[in-house]
């Protein structure tokens, strides 16, 4: 491979000289760049990105960390991060954590330590200080889907309005006719399944009815455990004609499990899910369901990741934390009445 020293010797000038040309920060006689180029081209020269990188304190490489790659949500997200980064000229490492606070923890080390610029964090579980402390060292840092009220203002944050998306989601339950809506909760440890409940409870309020905790299913053993719980519950006298189910992938579940009681969907039970992931129009009957933009989500955080990482360059520091709040669309389709 031609190096710049060959380049240099060709053009007949200092090998800083190339540099300069090469980096085009500063000014070189029109003469001697031209020289320059042409034995650029002739040499097939090509300067070494990492080299420059290193320079600039930068190595062009993005990471995103994903609970559990399996989760249908989180592809769709990684490809809009990825998507967004190629255009950009970065590149993209992924860390699948695998619902592992230890785990989680280790990619950060590991990845600080690989000269990575930035991170979309879409696993964060909880309030783990060494997440804080990543934007306290420097480190450009978006958080997706994932983070806690405390969070928004103190670090960038990209999601929907979750507690709007499911209350307009039970409402249109109501206004549809059913008075016994069922809801599978996900994981309380999650602040967006923590608003989505309480939207759910608050729509019922206001429509003149109350939650009753009989037809609140609550994830236990992960998402197949809704399979046994929807059975019990369509086995007691007087079941739901509705269940909202705060994921997609938990729509699933229960959809199988009506399906194993030849209970009708939606003649005997509505079923509306949230996310829209590629699978939902594609079962039967095809999933009613709140849209998340996650390819959107994905390039959003992307965008503001990359914006952190050029003001850090240009002012020596990170710029004020924004919150990325995204629109929603409920898709209604024939799993519902």
């Known amino acids: 491979m031609t190096n710049i020293k060959e380049v240099a010797s060709l053009a007949g000038v200092s090998i800083s000289t190339v540099s300069r040309v090469v980096n085009g920060k500063s000014v070189v006689n029109e003469e001697t760049r031209k020289r320059v180029l042409e034995a650029i081209r002739q040499t097939n020269y090509r300067p070494n990105a990492v080299a420059q990188n290193l320079k600039r304190g930068r190595s062009n490489t993005l990471c995103i960390m994903v609970p559990s790659i399996e989760n249908l949500i989180f592809p769709e997200i990684t490809k809009g991060v990825e998507d967004t980064a190629w255009k950009n000229g970065f590149s993209v490492v992924l860390c699948n954590t695998d619902e592992d606070p230890a785990r989680d923890r280790a990619c950060v080390e590991k990845m600080k330590a690989r000269w990575i610029d930035g991170f979309v964090i879409c696993s964060k579980m909880g309030d783990p200080e060494y997440i804080h402390r990543l934007r306290d060292e420097g480190f450009p840092v ?98 739901p004609d509705a269940i909202f189910a705060s994921s997609d992938p938990k729509a699933f579940v229960i959809m199988h499990a009506l399906h194993d009681m030849g209970i009708r969907i939606p003649e005997d039970v509505s079923v509306l899910g949230f996310d829209n992931v590629t699978l939902a129009s ?51 389709r024939r799993s519902t009445r």
């Not at 923590?194 to 109350?210: F, I, N, P, S, V």
């Not at 933009?293 to 994905?298: K, R, S």
């Open 142 to 239: 978006v958080l997706v889907n994932r983070f806690e009220e405390q969070d928004i203002g103190t670090l960038d944050t990209v999601s929907v309005d979750n507690y709007q998306a499911a209350y307009d989601a039970v409402r249109y339950l109501i206004r549809t006719g059913h008075k016994r809506i069922s809801y599978a909760q996900g994981r309380e440890q999650l602040f967006l399944y923590r608003e989505r409940y309480r939207a759910y409870a608050q729509a019922l309020k206001d429509h003149g009815m109350e939650p009753e905790e009989r037809f609140i299913m609550r994830e236990n053993c992960g998402v197949d455990s809704f399979y046994s719980m929807t059975k019990e519950m369509m086995a007691q006298p007087d079941p």
């Open 282 to 332: 594609m079962v039967e009957p095809p999933l009613s369901t709140v849209s998340q933009p996650l390819y959107e989500m994905g390039a959003v955080a992307a965008q503001t990741l990359i914006h952190q990482i050029d003001y850090k360059e240009k002012n020596e520091r990170l710029p004020v934390p924004v919150c990325n709040t995204l629109r929603v669309e409920l898709v209604i």
